[in-house]
């Protein structure tokens, strides 16, 4: 292999572009026909212009670039660039759901500019996606060899994988174009540096292209109605600490019935109706409760309701709602005093609050709860269509900006769920229960089960299983038990699923992670979880669990109506029959509701993810709201990397980006047995730590790695033990086993290549424990962001750094020494 940024490897990178280029020029043509397509149905008067990168302009960007990219000419991405210039932003989002539905949407690079401008930066805007044509499309003709090709050349990432040919495409405005052709060529990609003052001038420009005046009203009155409900976005912990501070607050200060207002609305929503009661109800005379503050007796109201005492809190409800009549979460609130005791009064209060405010989600779902409970139907929405449609965006206006969370949320998913869009409202109410503080902030779904509308039970299941899991609601759980697969044993921990792709379309692309799966499986005990199907995922589960029967038992989900172009897998241990006909959210729902019933804990369940479609895009969030640790494979696309690139899901703290490295994958998925005692274990870690810090006495004085055993944060602490207890493994890896120092081989050594195999996996288990930890790829070394430029499968490791692993896996003998044990080969 030449030496990247190497004249050599240059001359080699433009020979091979040069021989791409004339594919690259019919690539652009191609994407000129689809982008047409998509301005005939969306933008009729759009431009489209194409191109493919110039061979010179090739070299530069190879130069610019070597560092990042071995082999640019077949891993850069805008080899071929083509844009579409709609005239408005509402023609742009038609385009963008086009594309969507007829190009392969890398979403792991592409990106949306707008939506990552700071709050102070106005300017270049536009909507850049990396694509790749989709086969069986249909919608223009493309030649075979545009798709892409299978890469044999032993520098190619993944030697003997197909590589899509992939292109950049940008969408954007006319007033967009106007300013990136002006404003962005000179500020971002010119020669010299502009004086300050032009550049005040160019960004006041581009201010005055956004509607500036509705924007600040937008905001101004977004805050007002964030600032009254903060709490339902705190940390449970956060929550309290507030809480407790408001109070010491008001001791000073009894008489502030703002202030207690404020501490009510935040035990609220930690759902201590006991202490909201308690610390508003002395600002409200049960005689004259028209005398109080409006939205505190509306509070207290609610509050007194949820504790159990439904009179009171009803009489100062009508209290509220008398004081302002225009207030519809007062009237909505009122009408659900009533709910079980008069439902018709309750449902006609319903409509009021509805008919105060048609875009308030809160009294329009329980309207049209009501309605349909009555009929039986959802007719009622194609009458409320047109304020469902406004009650939808104002809900995503509140979620956007963290408002009413997670009732927003909640929202969201219902409206979607009643519109038609049940993958939608999947999505939706997994995001509510990952914010929810406990189960009464996501309401059920009981009043609307007869109506036939589809795809409700997978959100009742779904619902179901958080309230059980994750808020421990003891009929919840009953219910869960009764879900179970009937006559099925228990499942049996640890529980690990494999989820993704299984499209035969991608089969050629899932099959370049056949040997991530099998070392993966290998390293695992316990219950492995998949599809039941030979395709794709799915099938290399059952192939992989095979060699491995006895330690690792493997179980399949499959509906009660298998589709006739589906394969059962006879090398599962176990196929269980779900309740869907077709393949829908309901097989992994099914999966979820064994664990719970076998009284797993889902936070003690690893996912692992590879590329998928709609089904493992829900189940990768079901998992990720009920607790468990997702692994999604970097690089995998569709769905995984979609995912990876959402701005919602993006943070979850137990969601890891794993590189596509099968000893990375396998030490995450592997949960390590100790072969040593705690006190060995932390002696061995201690002497681990004491060797690093003296390899490392140049790093950084004040380097956090660098300091004392008693002074390492937890973290580290505790990465030095994991590395001790994955000895035992790694000694078993190459058929020895860990000893009393009486018993052990006289001056034991590994052999060169087991060194070589054992330090490959000491790398993918400390690339798999950063990553759980919160560190990411960055390109230098960095504690403080948690970034290091090492996180990169064994093959991409400089030598000097894998060495680092060699010296540890060769000092195993001598550190196990020290605690009076040895290795020993089997037999």
């Known amino acids: 292999m030449t030496e990247p940024c190497s004249r050599p490897w240059l001359e080699g990178q433009v020979t091979e572009y040069a021989r791409l280029y004339p594919i690259y020029e019919r690539y652009g043509r191609v994407l000129e026909d689809v982008l047409r397509a998509a301005a005939r149905r969306h933008a009729p008067l759009a431009i489209v212009q194409t191109r493919a990168k110039k061979v010179p302009s090739f070299a530069e960007k190879c130069l610019r670039k070597c560092h990042k990219y071995p082999m640019p000419a077949h891993q850069l991405t805008d080899l071929c660039g083509a844009r579409l210039i709609a005239r408005t932003a509402s023609e742009v989002k038609a385009v963008r759901a086009f594309l969507h539905e007829h190009l392969e949407i890398d979403w792991e690079n592409s990106d949306d500019v707008s939506e990552r401008l700071s709050w102070s930066e106005f300017g270049y805007r536009s909507i850049h996606y990396v694509v790749a044509l989709r086969r069986g499309d249909g919608l223009v003709d493309v030649d075979d060899d545009l798709y892409g090709f299978t890469c044999e050349s032993p520098e190619c990432p993944g030697v003997g994988t197909f590589h899509p040919f992939k292109a950049e495409i940008q969408v954007r405005t006319l007033a967009e174009h106007a300013w990136a052709d002006f404003a962005h060529d000179i500020t971002y990609k010119g020669a010299f540096t502009l004086p300050d003052t032009w550049l005040r001038e160019i960004a006041l420009m581009a201010a005055d292209l956004e509607d500036v005046d509705r924007t600040v009203e937008r905001i101004e009155e977004g805050l007002r109605t964030y600032a009254a409900s903060y709490g339902a976005y705190l940390s449970p912990d956060d929550l309290a600490a507030e809480i407790e501070t408001l109070s010491t607050v008001l001791s000073f200060d009894p008489g502030n019935a703002d202030l207690a207002w404020r501490i009510g609305k935040l035990a609220m929503t930690a759902g201590d109706w006991d202490r909201a009661v308690e610390v508003m109800g002395p600002f ?212 690990t699923i494999f989820a993704g792709g299984t499209d035969p379309a991608f089969a050629e692309q899932m099959e370049g992670y056949r040997s991530l799966v099998e070392e993966a499986v290998a390293g695992l005990s316990g219950t492995v979880v998949s599809g039941g199907t030979r395709q794709g995922v799915c099938g290399m589960v059952g192939a992989a669990g095979v060699p491995h029967r006895g330690r690792v038992r493997t179980v399949g989900y499959l509906p009660s109506g298998v589709p006739e172009d589906a394969d059962p897998d006879d090398r599962y241990d176990e196929i269980r029959e779900t309740a869907g006909q077709g393949f829908t959210p309901l097989d992994p729902l099914q999966n979820w509701i064994d664990v719970v019933a076998s009284g797993i804990d889902p936070a003690e369940v690893i996912v692992v993810g590879l590329g998928g479609g709609r089904i493992a895009a829900a189940e990768y969030r079901i998992a990720l709201a009920l607790g468990a640790t997702v692994g999604i494979v970097e690089g995998s696309g569709r769905e995984a990397s979609r995912l990876l690139a959402d701005p919602r899901w993006k943070d979850a703290p137990t969601l890891v980006p794993l590189p596509a490295d099968p000893h990375t994958v396998r030490a995450f998925v592997t949960r390590p047995t100790a072969a040593l005692s705690d006190g060995d274990r932390e002696a061995v870690a201690r002497g681990m730590h004491d060797v690093y810090r003296r390899d490392i006495a140049a790093a950084a004085a004040d380097d956090p790695a660098r300091r004392p055993w008693e002074a390492l944060s937890d973290d580290l602490r505790q990465s030095n033990l994991h590395q001790a207890d994955h000895i035992g493994a790694k000694v078993a890896e190459v058929g020895c086993r860990v000893v009393a120092a009486a018993d052990a081989d006289p001056g034991f050594e590994f052999t060169a290549a087991e060194v070589e195999r054992l330090s490959e996996m000491e790398h993918g288990r400390w690339t798999a424990d950063r990553l759980r930890s919160g560190w990411r790829w960055g390109p230098e070394r960095d504690p403080g962001a948690r970034r290091s430029p090492h996180l990169v499968p064994w093959s991409r490791l400089p030598d000097d750094i894998r060495e680092y692993d060699r010296a540890f896996v060769r000092r195993i003998p001598a550190l196990l020494g020290t605690v009076g044990l040895g290795v020993a080969r089997e037999g």
């Not at 009021?352 to 929405?381: H, K, M, Q, W």
């Not at 469902?388 to 769920?417: E, T, Y």
């Not at 009981?446 to 958080?466: K, P, V, Y």
């Not at 219910?479 to 697969?485: D, E, G, S, Y």
């Open 284 to 495: 409200v005379d049960p005689d004259a409760p028209g005398d109080a503050m409006q939205p505190l007796l509306r509070d207290l109201g609610v509050a007194l309701r949820k504790a159990g005492d439904v009179a009171l809190g009803r009489r100062y409800l009508e209290a509220a709602v008398e004081a302002d009549p225009t207030d519809a979460d007062a009237v909505a609130s009122l009408a659900g005093t009533w709910r079980g005791e008069d439902d018709d009064r309750a449902h006609d209060l319903y409509r009021r609050a509805f008919e105060v405010d048609p875009t308030d989600y809160y009294p329009l779902l329980n309207y049209v709860d009501g309605e349909i409970e009555r009929s039986g139907t959802t007719g009622v929405l194609d009458v409320l269509a047109p304020m469902a449609s406004q009650a939808m965006a104002r809900c995503r206006a509140h979620v956007d900006v963290g408002i009413n969370v997670p009732w927003s949320l909640s929202s969201l998913a219902k409206f979607h769920l009643l519109l038609g869009d049940p993958f939608a409202a999947l999505e939706w109410y997994a995001l509510a229960i990952r914010s929810a503080p406990a189960a009464f902030a996501i309401p059920g779904l009981d009043r609307i089960r007869g109506a036939g509308i589809e795809g409700l039970e997978w959100s009742d299941r779904l619902l179901t299983l958080a309230a059980a899991a994750r808020f421990g609601d003891e009929a919840a759980l009953e219910r869960v038990r009764a879900l179970a697969t009937p006559g099925a044993d228990p499942l049996e921990g640890p529980v």
